[in-house]
DNA sequence: AAAACCTACGCAAACGTTTAAGCTAATAAG
DNA sequence: CTTATTAGCTTAAACGTTTGCGTAGGTTTT
């Protein structure tokens, strides 16, 4: 590998100057810098990322630390969307993404924080995790500038999908079709599920509407099964729901299959909602009634909050930033009125 | 952050002492490494890669090279698939991942030669890019430890998609089920694409079948609506195929989509198969009859070549792995006889 | 013509490691 | 009792950068 060095000697300068010159200081003569470049692109001269780090103490790189429940890794469609998003928008301003090992179970692995030291990411994206798990928040704790996807710490910058506004939009378009009987399961406990459970009971009792408790099931997020057995409870209720909400397109699959199992019609005899908006929804039939969050949006809005918290931590501030999503309107849902 | 030097002085070594006694090197006494150790611990210490690496030439950081033509990044599901077992595979080897920058029209950009070496990656997993990328081939003809998905280069280790197995695999079971009017879209012109396209018309003729023209048509990959258009074609013709192969899945509902705008049934009226075994797709009904690949055997495998070809290159071969998938069977495919 | 000021470069230290080679004192061998 | 051996530690150089400071020579100001 050429390094500095070479350069310096080819051209009869100190490395010192080399480093200047390829640095663009205005203490070098136009000249010089010119042939010292020229000298530089001929010997094929790569700077070494670690080197410059040691002096500079910053890497250009990001940690991005992901787990789920169900361990789909990149396979979790909105998160490889963040992720996608967020790695186009860094790469943008020149930083790289280094994945943050999660493996819990490998002998003599390190914490997150450790990890993260030992790579010295200038700052970490946080998605999809435990939250309350004690590393997560001991990362979260330290002096790297940290951006989480949807969930609140303080002193963390933090972007939020619009669970309020998701949840609204679809209660009252449902509503706004005519159902009056609306069940809804709900994903596993998080401040995520509980902000759209919230919501969804205020927002129907806006509407009037009361629902009673046999309608409220819970079932693990991305669990198509599981999404499938509540639904076959509430398909034997005899207040059968006209409509069920489903914690996201993938438990919805899983409910629109136990309806056809019933021998009943999606959405002739029962309606179903998904939230999330997967990519792939788009591409079947019927097309899935379901509100989609921005993951575009949310990868930027971290990428570029954190890099003006690495950049800029002064004049920074630790924000809440709230990104909307839309309605996507499908086949799923039958016009009552 | 700490650093060797704080241990060395506070334990009244020198810091050659220190990094020898943490690197458990035999010259230096038992009491003094464990004295060492337990004010390293104490400290808080954690080891700085990019000084490690300057040192011993290695970055236990490995790149990641992936482009599609659709630009899905890594919304691709398959690509994710592999790149999550590669991952947790080279995570339990102690390796990182991170991903050389494919945004081609950034200014400033570098080769992805020169960003992996500014990185210093030890290795570089390359898949679903255009392999015949000057810029690729330039990473591949490199010094640099290379382990290709899907494509074949000279000197360099493959880990492949068994395409032929998958495709005889499906025609086989088509034809067994009675199907004679085969008709196959197939995706844009690639050594995957030729692969399949050779198997598909060989495997046919092995059963005394012929494929006339106009059956075999052509649209990109994990395009819905190409995949939907061509299937309109096929459907308008006079000798219409009782049985359509798709490219990948994601075509495969494209199609599937136009078949049921034409007032027809799957499979009843037509049947449908796609190729990949997206994740998704075993949610939904119908059930999409295909060939899986074994995305996470590719990225094990891959993972486990790259590690070998690093960490021994004297006595590791450049290999071609083939790694066979396996036929899912749907309810996409109507039994003829 | 002396004083002040640029311009363009070099010097040297520093970042945090690793490692070959050297040194000292204690121990084992002859 | 001398001499080789060994255990345990230190010295110092090196990896490839960056950067504050120094300085020599030239140019401008008084």
């Known amino acids: 590998m050429v390094s500095l060095k070479d350069i310096a000697s080819k051209c009869n300068v100190s490395v010192a100057t080399v480093s200047k010159a390829l640095n663009d200081h205005s203490d070098i003569g136009a000249e010089t810098k010119a042939r010292i470049r020229r000298t530089a692109r001929e010997l094929g001269y790569v700077p070494n990322a670690a080197a410059k780090s040691m002096k500079t103490n910053r890497t250009h790189?990001?940690?991005v630390l992901f787990m789920d429940d169900a361990n789909s890794g990149l396979q979790h469609d909105f998160f490889?969307?963040?992720?996608?998003?967020?790695?186009?928008?860094?790469?943008?301003?020149?930083?790289?993404?280094?994945?943050?090992?999660?493996?819990?179970?490998?002998p003599g692995r390190t914490s997150y924080l450790t990890h993260a030291r030992y790579r010295r990411f200038d700052g970490v994206?946080?998605?999809?995790?435990?939250?309350?798990?004690?590393?997560?928040?001991?990362l979260v704790k330290s002096d790297i500038p940290v951006v989480t996807i949807d969930h609140i710490?303080?002193?963390?910058?933090?972007?939020?999908?619009?669970?309020?506004?998701?949840?609204k939009t679809l209660v009252d378009f449902v509503v706004a079709n005519g159902h009056k009987d609306i069940a809804?399961?709900?994903?596993a406990d998080s401040s995520v599920t509980r902000t759209r459970l919230v919501t969804f009971n205020k927002q129907l009792e806006e509407h009037g509407i009361t629902v009673p408790d046999?309608?409220?099931?819970?079932?693990?997020?991305?669990?198509?099964?599981?999404?499938?057995?509540?639904?076959?409870e509430l398909l034997d209720l005899p207040n059968r729901p006209t409509c069920i909400f489903y914690p996201d397109d993938y438990a919805a699959y899983g409910g629109m299959r136990a309806v056809m199992e019933k021998g009943l019609k999606v959405p002739d005899d029962v309606s179903v909602v998904g939230f999330d908006g997967i990519k792939v929804a788009r591409h079947i039939r019927p097309r899935l009634t379901t509100y989609r969050q921005d993951a575009d949006g949310l990868g930027t809005q971290a990428a570029k909050n954190l890099?003006?918290?690495?950049?800029?931590?002064?004049?920074?501030?630790?924000?809440?930033?709230?990104?909307?999503?839309?309605l996507l309107e499908g086949d799923t849902l039958k016009k009552l009125n």
Chains 1, 2 share one sequence.
């Open 307 to 326: 890099i003006d918290l690495i950049e800029r931590p002064k004049t920074t501030l630790i924000k809440q930033i709230v990104v909307k999503g839309k």
């Open 61 to 63: 790189n990001l940690g």
């Open 184 to 187: 809804y399961i709900h994903g």
């Open 214 to 232: 046999e309608y409220i099931q819970e079932s693990p997020y991305r669990d198509t099964h599981g999404a499938y057995e509540k639904t076959l």
């Open 125 to 138: 994206i946080i998605a999809n995790v435990h939250f309350d798990d004690p590393e997560v928040v001991e």
């Open 80 to 106: 490889a969307s963040v992720l996608e998003s967020f790695k186009k928008e860094v790469e943008r301003e020149g930083y790289d993404i280094t994945f943050i090992s999660n493996d819990r179970t490998r």
């Open 153 to 167: 710490y303080n002193d963390t910058t933090t972007i939020l999908s619009d669970n309020v506004d998701g949840m």
